[in-house]
């Protein structure tokens, strides 16, 4: 797959713009001049599995052979891709590392240097809701001290907080399954979270909104106390 710049309002190619050539890459913008990007960079740069795990940063108007290296890993990774996440001004920019099919590892790429996450490795960064980042869990996770969180679970971190201090940023539950409850998918607008799950083989949806710095529903009569045991729900369309 080769890649050019394409200018959607415009409908037309960038003329001068980043034009990356064929090859097994995938890309992720920093900036309006700025793209990372992960790509066979010529013998000793791609996995056993035949996937880049060398990421460089490339800026406009810079040849390729210039790219700086900013991350490495393994030979033995199935592949690394680059990962940006946006929402107004707050922004995350790390790597992941595909282990194999089912495990990742996250890197972010802050002040100080890349920072390898202490999630588990059957975790996924899903996305950024109202100053929330958001993470999927597909296997338990027990962190320093009594704090668990079960396999199914959703959380959330403060953005502001988590990139300030990843290791030490406190998660809170947005969901917590039960043992006839599953997540089936989410969605964001630009007040709320709506998650959809699956309760005793029933669809239903949940509403929630940021109160006291945590995910909450908007109804709820104890949404400063996150208080999710009241709170509501619906059918969802089918």
């Not at 700025?34 to 490339?58: C, I, M, N, S, Y």
Request: glycine share 8%; aromatic share 10%.
């Amino acid at each position: 797959m080769s890649i050019r710049e394409f200018d959607s309002e415009a409908k037309s190619f960038v003329a001068g713009g980043f034009q990356l050539p064929e090859g097994k890459q995938s890309v992720s913008w920093i900036d309006r001049d700025t793209v990372l990007v992960a790509r066979d960079w010529g013998e000793g740069t791609t996995t056993e599995a035949g996937f880049p795990f060398v990421l460089k940063e490339l800026k406009r108007a810079q040849p390729l052979d210039q790219a700086r290296e900013v991350f490495r890993g393994q030979h033995t990774d199935f592949k690394t891709s680059p990962f940006v996440l946006r929402e107004g001004r707050m922004d995350v920019t790390a790597v992941v590392c595909r282990i194999n099919g089912f495990e990742r590892q996250y890197v972010l790429f802050g002040p100080a240097g890349p920072i390898e996450l202490d999630r588990p490795k059957k975790a996924l960064i899903v996305g950024i809701a109202s100053g929330r980042l958001l993470v999927k869990l597909d296997a338990d996770w027990i962190r320093s001290g009594d704090t668990s969180f079960k396999a199914g679970s959703m959380i959330s971190y403060d953005l502001a907080e988590w990139k300030q201090d990843p290791l030490r940023a406190k998660p809170s539950v947005v969901f917590q399954p039960n043992c006839r409850q599953a997540l089936s998918g989410f969605g964001r607008t630009r007040k709320f979270l709506v998650l959809t799950i699956l309760d005793n083989l029933q669809s239903k949806a949940f509403v929630l909104q940021v109160r006291s710095r945590c995910l909450a529903c908007h109804t709820s009569p104890a949404a400063e106390e996150c208080d999710r045991k009241s709170i509501s729900h619906f059918r969802a369309k089918r």
